[in-house]
């Protein structure tokens, strides 16, 4: 799994632009942020530091605020970023590859009660809506993905969604029809908790799961691979490819345990 912090690094290696990236944020609003964050501040600060973008990516009928090329904090060093590493500002090949195929097979989503766990730039949530879930919570731990959600939600259109920002891996399981996880095998330890947890909501209330991911290494060597049946397969594009260390395609898979 690759981190941000890797991504900005390596650009700023690449760029050695460590002075003129320093000078820029020292004279505008990261000191300010440091010491003001209301939920504005926060949707002003991404509104000013994402791109509206909708190409280069699976699902072109999303518009989503991510970080680019194009921001200056790509380029700048991780520890200027003022919040957690910014996750809701990547659009992950696992979401991508989940969000293409809600869009595309729209009686997946309709009139369902879904959750998309680890929701980052809420894309999958979207599409969830787009294609006429009845509900559609989104659940990140992170507060920051919460106001990027609800950006994004405008941006497309639609009413806020709901936005849960509790960890519910391990909570007592609500009764989901669907379940979605975009890219959310990248450590042992939260696989492993999310494996557990999925078989109590499909014991409890006969949930179903789709799995978006790349293949990851904590994904294809975990335990629950043996109990996926493939929905669909996707290419990634080129610059997907090239901000993700080679991966080529991301797949969806169902979740089909026998408990
Ligand atoms: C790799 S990103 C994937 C985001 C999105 N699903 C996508 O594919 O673009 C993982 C996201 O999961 C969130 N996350 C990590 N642990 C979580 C937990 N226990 N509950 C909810 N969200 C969590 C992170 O904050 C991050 O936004």
């Known amino acids: 799994m690759f981190k941000l912090i890797r991504i900005f ?3 700023y290696r690449k760029d050695n632009s460590y002075m003129t990236v320093v000078k820029a944020l020292c004279t505008t609003k990261i000191v300010y942020l440091q010491d003001c964050t209301s939920n504005n501040d926060i949707k002003n600060f991404i509104i000013e530091n994402t791109e509206i973008v909708n190409d280069h990516n699976l699902t072109p009928e999303i518009r989503l605020r991510l970080l680019t090329p194009n921001c200056r904090f790509w380029h700048a ?27 595309s097979n729209p009686g997946v989503s309709q009139g369902k009660t879904m959750l998309d766990l680890g929701s980052g730039c809420g894309a999958s949530a979207i599409a969830a809506k787009f294609c006429g879930a009845a509900h559609v919570v989104a659940n ?6 919460a106001i ?9 259109g639609l009413d806020p969604l709901f936005c ?18 975009g890219d959310m095998f990248y450590e042992e330890a939260l696989a492993d908790s999310i494996h557990s947890w999925l078989n109590r909501c499909i014991q409890t209330h006969g949930t179903q799961v789709l799995i978006g991911d790349p293949g990851r290494a904590h994904f294809e060597g975990h335990g629950i691979r043996r109990f ?6 996707f290419e990634l594009p080129e610059a997907v490819r090239e901000q993700n260390y080679g991966l080529t395609c991301s797949t969806v ?3 089909l345990p026998e408990l």
């Open 9 to 11: 690094g390596n650009l």
């Open 77 to 103: 060093r991780p520890e200027l970023w003022p919040f957690s590493d910014p996750f809701w500002a990547i659009y992950w090949p696992g979401g991508q590859a989940l969000t293409r195929y809600l869009l």
């Open 140 to 145: 990140d731990i992170d507060p920051v993905a």
């Open 148 to 156: 990027a959600t609800q950006l994004n939600c405008e941006l497309n």
């Open 164 to 181: 849960e920002k509790e960890n519910l891996i391990g909570s007592e399981p609500d009764g989901y029809d669907l379940i979605l996880l």
């Open 228 to 233: 996926l049946r493939q929905e669909a397969q």
């Open 253 to 255: 898979w169902r979740y």
